[in-house]
């Protein structure tokens, strides 16, 4: 399950944008038992009828494109592997509880034991190809030019009271596994170091494993002395790619201090055994330099994540670049998987594991590959990108052509 930004509850931290079917439902109103086992009980009898979900929508593309999914991942953390999924379902711990919930209408007594919690818009950050709900210092651009008319609902873990609510929920799940929490700047964000303080004095620390990402924008020790409480950490980086132009789709970040932070949080990472990965949203603005994060990931025997193909701001796609640029950056990604044929292409489901973080990454280039290869062309759109970066270059005193002067053209010829 996932609990949002503002506090409202998601059936899954993979789920496409837009509502969840059903009046909606929060940390505020309903106790998150209540949503499990109620509210989803209509999508888990639709999944158990074997029909398709459109909410699921990203993963099915990142399907399509050969990148594992959300969709996988998640299954294979309940031991369910769709090439043998008949009898991996069958053995799987949780097959009882299927079987429960099928002759249930979809209702279960099962709690969640894996959790995204998104913390709030805490954020030091304005990355070009994010949202107001995720980042306050992006909505607080977005208003004072307009393109909002109201700033996001406040976090819900500015509230002590639904913190406790939550917290608690947790206390009372046997066999909790995971805990994912997101900003904004998670390292920022006040509810970050309470969680963290009050799942460590509830006990439940030494038992559970929890994610976290950072934009490799701060550092702050007292977080780090509570992390190394917990079970397991998994440490997520975000970084577009190790070139200037870092700073242009992630502003205000300078790229030498993110260098810096992200040799620390390596170097901490290995110290505690943490599991450790780079996380990416690779856009048409990246691309040109995204080698540059497989081959840091490579030489640092480290997790790369670009968690999805990116879907809003649809300007953002590497589809709208024109095809001899699409050509141009598949090509170059092909040469370096060619540099590895070591390292074969089969599916790798479980990216987290360090002992295949190297084929991992390979698979992950390739589904880029596969993305510019076969995507939709959508460079008629160009136009709206140059006005998009134009927008946000008045507000911020930059220029792309500062950073990507091979762009001159393309963006020339949509107006810039």
Not at 52 to 77: A, Y
Request: net charge neutral; glycine share 4%; proline share 5%.
């Amino acid at each position: 399950m996932q609990i949002t930004s503002s506090g409202n509850y998601e059936f899954c931290r993979w789920q496409s944008q837009g509502a969840s079917p059903g009046p909606t439902a929060s940390i505020f109103n309903t106790d998150p038992q209540d949503y499990f086992k109620n509210s989803m009980a209509g999508i888990r009898q639709n999944m158990l009828e074997g029909n398709s979900i459109n909410l699921c929508g990203d993963c099915h593309v990142m399907e399509q494109h050969q990148k594992i999914s959300g969709r996988q991942r998640q299954l294979l953390k309940t031991g369910i592997v769709l090439d043998h999924f008949d009898a991996s379902a069958k053995s799987s711990t949780f097959y009882s509880e299927f079987l429960a919930s099928n002759d249930s209408q979809g209702q279960t007594d099962q709690r969640p034991v894996d959790w995204q919690i998104d913390l709030g818009n805490y954020c030091n950050s304005a990355c070009i190809f994010c949202s107001p709900k995720n980042s306050s210092k992006l909505a607080s651009e977005y208003f004072k030019l307009k393109l909002i008319d109201q700033l996001p609902p406040r976090n819900w873990t500015d509230d002590p009271a639904a913190v406790d609510r939550f917290v608690k929920c947790l206390e009372q799940t046997p066999n909790l596994r995971y805990l994912h929490f997101l900003g904004g700047e998670t390292i920022i964000t006040p509810g970050f170091k309470l969680m963290l303080t009050r799942l460590i004095a509830a006990g439940i620390s030494s038992n559970v494993s929890i994610g976290f990402t950072t934009n490799l924008m701060t550092w702050d020790p007292e977080i780090n002395e509570l992390l190394i409480k917990f079970k397991e950490v998994n440490l997520g980086m975000s970084v577009e790619c190790l070139h200037p132009v870092n700073d242009y789709a992630r502003w205000p970040s300078q790229i030498a201090t993110v260098q810096s932070l992200l040799d620390q949080w390596v170097a901490l990472g290995k110290k505690h055994n943490w599991l450790t990965s780079i996380r990416t949203t690779p856009t048409l603005l990246s691309i040109p330099h995204l080698m540059s994060i497989y081959q840091y990931a490579w030489q640092h025997h480290l997790g790369v994540e670009s968690c999805n193909f990116l879907t809003d701001p649809a300007v953002l796609r590497m589809s709208v670049l024109p095809k001899h640029l699409r050509q141009k950056y598949a090509d170059q990604i092909s040469n370096w998987i060619a540099d590895r044929s070591e390292f074969t292409l089969s599916a790798v489901v479980n990216t987290r594991s360090p002992n295949l973080s190297r084929q991992s990454i390979v698979q992950d280039a390739a589904s880029y590959v596969n993305y510019l290869h076969n995507a939709p062309d959508e460079s008629s759109t160009a136009p709206a990108l140059v006005e998009f970066l134009k927008i946000r270059e008045a507000s911020r005193g930059n220029s792309i052509l500062d950073y990507l002067p091979e762009y001159e053209q393309f963006l020339r010829a949509a107006g810039y």
